[in-house]
C-alpha cells in the first residue's frame, strides 16, 4: 500500500519573496490556476498582513481556486491571524499557517525571550487560529538549528493545542541529510499524539541541500513536502518541486503524490517567464540541458537505448523529444502547439498579434527559442498596460551626442519627446522621464543574453526607486536599447495608476 504525500506549494509566497519576482493579483491567480491543474495539495497563497496587495492576492486566489486548500501565514501575532482569517474567508478548503522561532538563536536574539515564554506564544497562536479554522499548521522556525528535545516539547504542546499540521523548517539550510531525518524520526518516536497530525518539511537550499534534506525527512516519516516551482525562494532558493516528485516517481519508495508529472515542465517555463527568474541550463529536471546529451559515448548510448544515461523519460515531465523547430515558415499551429508546451493558451486574437511579432522575429534572428516565444507573449501582456512604447528611435556613435526619440501611449492618449544622455539607454530613460514626470531613480541594471549570437535577444532587468520603495521591471528585445526602455516602463506601470 502506497503512503500519500502531500504537496504544499509556496511559490506565491516563499518564492515571491525573492527581489524582482514580484506579481500582481492577476499574475498569481495565473500561476495558482496553473499549480491547481498541476494537482498540488495546498498552495500558500500569501502573508496577508502584509500588505494589502497580499491580502487581495489572497481573497482573490481563494474565489478562484477551486480544490487544493489555501494557505495563508501569519506570525504568532493576533492581528496577522485575524488577516489571514479574513483573506481566506472565500477559500473552499483554508488553512492558517502560524508559528515562531523556536533555535536558542531565534529565543536570545529575535525575540529576547525564553524557552518557556515561547511555548506559551505557541500555543496561544494555535489556539486563536483555532478559533478561524479547523486546519492549523504550526511552524517552528529554525527547526533545524532548534534541539531536538526542546523542539519535541514545542510540537507537543501545539499538537495538544489543535495543530493539525507541524511544519519543521530548516530555515537556513543548515541541516545535514541525516541529521534532518533523524530530527523528523526524533519526533515521530517521542511527541504524544504525533500520529494525529501530518509532519511538513520546509528546506532550504543554502548549502545545496534543500531537496536531499526533505527526501531525508519523508523517508522518516513526514508526509508533506513544502516546496516551490524550480525552486525559487529567499536567498538560495527553497525546494525544488520537481526535484522531490520526480525523485519518489523514480524510486520506489511506496511514498506516492498527486501531481500530473507531464505539466512540470509547462508549469516550470510559466513561473520562470512571469516572475522573471530564468531557469539554469543544468537544473534537475526543468533546465534546458536536463536531457542534453553532448559527449559521444553518452549520445550513442542514448540512441541505443534511452535508460542508458536517463533516469527519467523527458515526455514523462511534459518535454516533447520530437521539438518542433520554429523559423519564419512555420504557421500559426506550430506557434500554438509550442505556446501549449510552455503552458500558454491564447485567444486567437492574441494568438494572431503574438504570430505577427513572432514573424518579425524569425526574420531577424536564426534560431526561435523557448524564451524567444515567451518574451512575445510577454510583449503582448506589456501591450494591455495602462503605459505602452508606440516607437523608439535612437541616434549614438563614438564622439556623439546620444538622442533618444520616444512615443508613449498612456491610457490610449499619446505623448512625444526626446532628450539627449550619456548614452542610448540613458538617452531613451531621459526621454521617458519627460513625459512621466516622476522623481524616479534607475537603481540596478542588469542585461543577460538568452544564447549567445549577434542577433540574440537581450533580456534586461530593472530596478526602478520612486517614493522610496523599488519597483522591478522587465523586458526583452533583441534591440538591447529598446529591452532598456521596455524595461523602464514595465516598472514605471507598477506605480503609475
Given at each position: 500500500?502506497?503512503?500519500?504525500l502531500?504537496?504544499?506549494?509556496?511559490?506565491?509566497?516563499?518564492?515571491?519573496?525573492?527581489p524582482?519576482?514580484?506579481l500582481?493579483?492577476?499574475?498569481k491567480?495565473?500561476v495558482?490556476?496553473?499549480?491547481?491543474?498541476?494537482?498540488?495539495?495546498v498552495?500558500?497563497?500569501?502573508?496577508p498582513?502584509?500588505?494589502?496587495?497580499?491580502?487581495?492576492?489572497?481573497v482573490?486566489?481563494?474565489?478562484?481556486?477551486?480544490?487544493?486548500?489555501?494557505?495563508?501565514?501569519t506570525?504568532?501575532?493576533?492581528?496577522?491571524i485575524?488577516?489571514?482569517?479574513?483573506?481566506l474567508?472565500?477559500?473552499?478548503?483554508?488553512?492558517?499557517?502560524?508559528?515562531?522561532?523556536?533555535?536558542?538563536?531565534h529565543?536570545k536574539?529575535?525575540f529576547n525571550?525564553?524557552?518557556?515564554?515561547i511555548?506559551?506564544r505557541?500555543?496561544?497562536c494555535?489556539?486563536y487560529?483555532?478559533?478561524?479554522?479547523?486546519?492549523v499548521?504550526f511552524?517552528?522556525?529554525?527547526?533545524?538549528?532548534?534541539?531536538?528535545?526542546?523542539?519535541a516539547?514545542v510540537?507537543?504542546?501545539?499538537?495538544?493545542?489543535?495543530?493539525?499540521?507541524?511544519?519543521?523548517?530548516?530555515?537556513?539550510?543548515?541541516c545535514?541529510?541525516?541529521?534532518?531525518?533523524k530530527?523528523?524520526?526524533?519526533?515521530?518516536?517521542?511527541?504524544k499524539?504525533i500520529?494525529?497530525?501530518?509532519?511538513?518539511?520546509?528546506?532550504?537550499n543554502?548549502?545545496?541541500?534543500?531537496?536531499?534534506?526533505?527526501v531525508?525527512?519523508i523517508?522518516?516519516?513526514a508526509r508533506q513536502?513544502?516546496?516551490?516551482?524550480?525552486g525559487?525562494?529567499?536567498?538560495?532558493?527553497?525546494?525544488?518541486l520537481?526535484?522531490?516528485?520526480?525523485?519518489?516517481?523514480?524510486?520506489?519508495?511506496?511514498i506516492?503524490t498527486?501531481?500530473?508529472t507531464?505539466k512540470?515542465?509547462?508549469?516550470?517555463?510559466?513561473?520562470?517567464?512571469m516572475?522573471n527568474?530564468?531557469v539554469?541550463p543544468?537544473?534537475?529536471?526543468?533546465g534546458?540541458?536536463?536531457?542534453?546529451h553532448?559527449?559521444?559515448?553518452?549520445?550513442?548510448?542514448?540512441?541505443?537505448?534511452?535508460?542508458?544515461y536517463?533516469?527519467?523519460d523527458?515526455?514523462d515531465?511534459?518535454?516533447?523529444?520530437?521539438?518542433?523547430?520554429?523559423?519564419?515558415?512555420s504557421?500559426?499551429?506550430?506557434?500554438?502547439?509550442?505556446?501549449?508546451?510552455?503552458g500558454?493558451?491564447?485567444?486567437?486574437?492574441?494568438?494572431?498579434?503574438?504570430?505577427?511579432e513572432?514573424l518579425a522575429?524569425?526574420?531577424?534572428?536564426?534560431?526561435?527559442?523557448?524564451?524567444?516565444?515567451l518574451?512575445?507573449?510577454g510583449?503582448?501582456?506589456?501591450?494591455?498596460?495602462?503605459?505602452?512604447i508606440d516607437?523608439?528611435?535612437?541616434t549614438?556613435?563614438?564622439?556623439?551626442?546620444?538622442?533618444?526619440?520616444?512615443?508613449?501611449?498612456?491610457?490610449?492618449?499619446?505623448f512625444?519627446?526626446?532628450?539627449?544622455?550619456?548614452?542610448?539607454?540613458d538617452?531613451?530613460?531621459?526621454?521617458?522621464?519627460?513625459?512621466?514626470?516622476?522623481?524616479m531613480?534607475?537603481?540596478?541594471?542588469l542585461?543577460?543574453?538568452?544564447?549567445?549570437?549577434?542577433?540574440?535577444t537581450?533580456k534586461?532587468?530593472m530596478?526602478?526607486?520612486y517614493?522610496?520603495?523599488?519597483?522591478y521591471g522587465?523586458?526583452?528585445n533583441t534591440?538591447?536599447?529598446a529591452?532598456?526602455?521596455?524595461?523602464?516602463?514595465?516598472?514605471i506601470?507598477?506605480?503609475?495608476?
Amino acid at each position: 500500500m502506497s503512503d500519500r504525500l502531500f504537496i504544499f506549494d509556496t511559490t506565491l509566497r516563499d518564492g515571491e519573496q525573492v527581489p524582482g519576482c514580484q506579481l500582481n493579483t492577476v499574475e498569481k491567480i495565473q500561476v495558482a490556476k496553473a499549480l491547481e491543474t498541476l494537482g498540488v495539495d495546498v498552495i500558500e497563497a500569501g502573508f496577508p498582513v502584509s500588505s494589502p496587495g497580499d491580502f487581495k492576492s489572497v481573497v482573490e486566489i481563494s474565489k478562484a481556486v477551486t480544490w487544493p486548500t489555501i494557505c495563508a501565514l501569519t506570525r504568532a501575532v493576533e492581528k496577522d491571524i485575524d488577516a489571514a482569517a479574513e483573506a481566506l474567508k472565500y477559500a473552499k478548503r483554508k488553512r492558517i499557517h502560524t508559528g515562531i522561532g523556536t533555535s536558542d538563536y531565534h529565543i536570545k536574539y529575535k525575540f529576547n525571550s525564553t524557552r518557556e515564554e515561547i511555548i506559551e506564544r505557541a500555543i496561544a497562536c494555535v489556539k486563536y487560529a483555532k478559533k478561524y479554522v479547523e486546519d492549523v499548521q504550526f511552524y517552528a522556525e529554525d527547526a533545524g538549528r532548534t534541539d531536538n528535545e526542546y523542539l519535541a516539547r514545542v510540537v507537543e504542546a501545539v499538537v495538544k493545542a489543535g495543530a493539525t499540521v507541524i511544519n519543521i523548517p530548516d530555515t537556513t539550510g543548515y541541516c545535514l541529510p541525516e541529521d534532518f531525518g533523524k530530527k523528523i524520526l526524533y519526533l515521530k518516536e517521542n511527541v504524544k499524539g504525533i500520529d494525529n497530525v501530518v509532519i511538513a518539511t520546509h528546506c532550504h537550499n543554502d548549502l545545496g541541500m534543500a531537496t536531499a534534506n526533505t527526501v531525508s525527512g519523508i523517508l522518516n516519516g513526514a508526509r508533506q513536502a513544502e516546496v516551490t516551482i524550480n525552486g525559487i525562494g529567499e536567498r538560495a532558493g527553497n525546494t525544488s518541486l520537481e526535484e522531490v516528485v520526480m525523485t519518489f516517481k523514480s524510486h520506489n519508495k511506496g511514498i506516492e503524490t498527486n501531481i500530473n508529472t507531464q505539466k512540470i515542465y509547462s508549469t516550470s517555463r510559466m513561473v520562470s517567464s512571469m516572475m522573471n527568474m530564468p531557469v539554469q541550463p543544468n537544473k534537475a529536471i526543468v533546465g534546458r540541458n536536463a536531457f542534453a546529451h553532448s559527449s559521444g559515448i553518452h549520445q550513442d548510448g542514448v540512441l541505443k537505448n534511452r535508460e542508458n544515461y536517463e533516469i527519467i523519460d523527458p515526455k514523462d515531465v511534459g518535454i516533447d523529444e520530437n521539438s518542433i523547430v520554429l523559423t519564419a515558415r512555420s504557421g500559426r499551429a506550430a506557434l500554438k502547439h509550442r505556446l501549449n508546451v510552455l503552458g500558454v493558451e491564447l485567444s486567437q486574437e492574441d494568438l494572431d498579434k503574438a504570430y505577427a511579432e513572432f514573424l518579425a522575429l524569425a526574420d531577424r534572428k536564426k534560431d526561435i527559442n523557448d524564451d524567444d516565444i515567451l518574451m512575445l507573449v510577454g510583449k503582448s501582456r506589456g501591450e494591455k498596460a495602462r503605459i505602452s512604447i508606440d516607437y523608439l528611435q535612437v541616434t549614438s556613435g563614438i564622439d556623439v551626442r546620444s538622442v533618444a526619440s520616444i512615443g508613449l501611449s498612456i491610457a490610449g492618449e499619446k505623448f512625444e519627446s526626446a532628450a539627449s544622455g550619456n548614452g542610448p539607454v540613458d538617452a531613451a530613460i531621459n526621454a521617458i522621464k519627460n513625459i512621466i514626470h516622476r522623481n524616479m531613480t534607475v537603481e540596478e541594471f542588469l542585461i543577460q543574453a538568452i544564447t549567445k549570437g549577434s542577433d540574440d535577444t537581450g533580456k534586461v532587468h530593472m530596478t526602478v526607486s520612486y517614493n522610496n520603495e523599488s519597483y522591478y521591471g522587465f523586458g526583452a528585445n533583441t534591440d538591447i536599447v529598446a529591452a532598456s526602455a521596455e524595461a523602464f516602463v514595465d516598472a514605471i506601470n507598477k506605480f503609475v495608476r
